[in-house]
């Protein structure tokens, strides 16, 4: 069975989120800065350590 990428990510990040239950702010605060980390120029050096 195979499961789309999105699928699983939105699955396991409402499950961390209900069962830890972190403030909101800090869930929109790293998923913004995440995607802004990801578009920037400093992409290339987070690629190695993130595989």
Excluded: E
């Amino acid at each position: 069975m195979d499961v789309p990428l999105w699928l699983a990510l939105i699955a396991v990040g409402a499950l961390g989120y209900k069962l830890i239950r972190p403030p909101l702010w800090l869930v929109v605060v790293l998923l913004i800065g995440g995607y802004l980390l990801a578009n920037s120029s400093l992409a290339p050096l987070i690629d190695p350590i993130t595989k």
